[in-house]
């Protein structure tokens, strides 16, 4: 491949890779200059759940890519577009494909330590806790400083994932600035519904294939390894739902009167969750795990990520992990159940006395590549049916629930699939070279990460390779209140997409 033309200030380690232009400085200073847009960018809200608050947002990516030279497209869906950002530089060079999310989860206003979770607020940690500080604490700071302090900026989607945008939109910015040309082609595909499960994605992959067609595809989301070390992420598990429902009496009745009598639905719910899992956190449904083969040479890649789990315990605060696999990494090859929520009755100052009349519980199912996911769900109903409950897909009528004597309702849904790319692939020995160059220290490998990610439409229909390239803190809050972005990982970011639109692809 082609060596870099333009000189990249590594901060993590102190070197300077490239020895003739001040562009080591200019990442640092247009990161703190550019803060300022990034708090606008923050302000605009991007919960898709309220699609008629959205228009601003996507109004901001067509103007902000279009700044940069791209011709900018919506690529309309029944719901709410995608956008299309191109700069095509010539038909005999490879074209990469960049994902982006603009869209962020729901906000609890009371959840959070600050008055708005779209106003931004710098923070820095002082005895453990992170109090506000004024923002011109970044007048004159240095990188030095800003890692020494800590300091962070805490807003929806600071992390997940408007941070990444502005990372890119500033590798271009300096590219302007120094005449910096692509080495490749690039189109940049913007989402605004992947946390409400990007449900038109893969049939727009499907109607705009020829304008999407692309050698390979980067997601530029997710938060790096814990180790805060340069990472990059070959994978990511898929993710499907289901909803449960129990029922107790028609109506809630007087635990008083009738508490030993009229069936309780929370009982019955926990009845068939408790018996999904053993005391160690393995799902019991046979066949669950089948499928999965973890070799000698996959257990060595697993092996290599340096994972302080000891750490990890520590910061969420439990004993021992689920013993599904011998370690984190391993854990995360497999399928997963995972209850996300239960309702049933009032809790707290609504407490009430009485024999609740349903109980429903949300189920998130993991998918792992080896999986089929449609076969997971049937393996999951069908052992709900052998603990003597009837399964129906709607609400029971009276005639059922006056017949069964132990009825469930159970949905299903599927989001998207597992992808997998080989760390040995072409283009993953290019990002591995890439930051190897930029930061001087081989990168974090990760065979896949836990979480998911709507990449298996592209992969599967576009026919191309996929690799993440996550630059943002591991301990943002990411989908919880208090959601942060260091402003360390927020100058690296920069960093690490400069590095990557400058090198040959």
């Given amino acids: ?15 300077n890779l490239f020895a003739q232009s001040n562009i080591e400085n200019q990442i640092f ?8 847009s990034f708090r606008e960018f923050l302000s605009i809200k991007n919960d898709a759940n309220f699609k008629n608050e959205m228009k601003p947002l996507i109004e901001w990516g067509i103007n902000n890519f279009k700044k940069y030279g791209f011709e900018v497209e919506r690529l309309e869906t029944p719901e709410l577009p995608l956008l299309l950002a191109s700069k095509v530089i010539s038909e005999d060079l490879n074209t990469l494909l960049i994902y982006l999310q603009f869209d962020g989860q729901p906000v609890d206003n009371s959840k959070w330590d600050q008055e708005n979770p779209y106003k931004a607020v710098l ?26 302090e800590d300091l962070r900026i805490f807003a929806r989607s600071a992390s997940d994932a408007k941070g990444p945008v502005m990372m890119i939109l500033n590798a271009l910015e300096i590219m302007e600035r120094n005449n910096i040309e692509l080495e490749y082609n690039l189109k940049v595909i913007m989402d605004f519904e992947e946390e409400i499960s990007s449900p038109n994605l893969a049939d727009a992959v499907k109607k705009y294939s020829s304008k999407l067609k692309s050698d390979a595809l980067l997601i530029f989301d997710g938060p790096k390894h814990p180790s805060n070390l340069p990472t990059l992420t070959f994978g990511a598990r898929g993710i499907s739902d289901i909803t449960l429902i129990t029922y107790g009496p028609i109506v809630p009745q007087h635990s008083g009167h009738f508490g030993n009598y009229a069936p309780n639905p929370v009982f019955r719910m926990s009845e068939i ?25 996959t257990l060595k890649i697993l092996a290599e990520v340096p994972d302080d789990e000891e750490k990890m315990m520590n910061d ?42 349903e109980c429903i519980a949300e189920i998130d199912v ?27 897909d709607r609400r029971p009528t009276k005639d059922e629930r006056l ?49 998911s990610v709507p ?16 630059t943002v803190n591991q301990d943002n809050n990411q989908h919880s209140p208090n959601e942060n972005i260091k402003i360390e990982n927020y100058i690296t970011g920069i960093e690490t997409y400069l590095g990557i639109l400058t090198d040959k692809f």
């Fill in 1 to 15: 491949m082609k060596k870099l033309i333009i000189p990249i200030l590594v901060f993590t380690t102190g070197l």
């Fill in 29 to 36: 200073d247009i990161g703190i200059e550019s803060i300022e």
């Fill in 123 to 148: 923070k820095k940690r002082i005895n453990n806790e992170y109090k506000i500080i004024d923002w011109s604490r970044l007048d004159n700071i240095t990188f030095d400083d800003i890692k020494k």
């Fill in 273 to 297: 969750l408790s018996s999904m899992k053993d005391s160690n956190g393995r799902v019991t449904i046979p066949g669950f795990y089948d499928g999965i083969e973890l070799d000698e040479k």
């Fill in 316 to 357: 969420m605060q439990f004993k021992k992990p689920d013993n599904v696999g011998k370690n984190y990494q391993e854990s995360i090859q497999y399928p997963s159940i995972n209850v996300r929520g239960i309702e049933s009755g009032w809790v707290r100052e609504e407490v009430r006395t009485i024999v609740p009349s």
């Fill in 366 to 392: 993991r998918l792992v590549l080896e999986s089929d996911p449609i076969r997971l769900h049937n393996l999951i109903k069908s052992h709900i049916q052998e603990l003597g409950y009837y399964v129906i």
């Fill in 403 to 451: 017949k069964y004597n132990k009825i469930v309702t159970f949905v299903s849904s599927f989001d998207y699939d597992a992808f997998r790319t080989d760390i040995e692939s072409e283009i993953g020995k290019w990002l591995v070279k890439s930051l190897k160059k930029t930061f001087g220290i081989e990168p974090v490998k990760k065979r896949t990460s836990g979480g």
């Fill in 455 to 470: 990449i298996s439409p592209f992969v599967n229909t576009l026919g191309i390779p996929a690799v993440t390239v996550p």
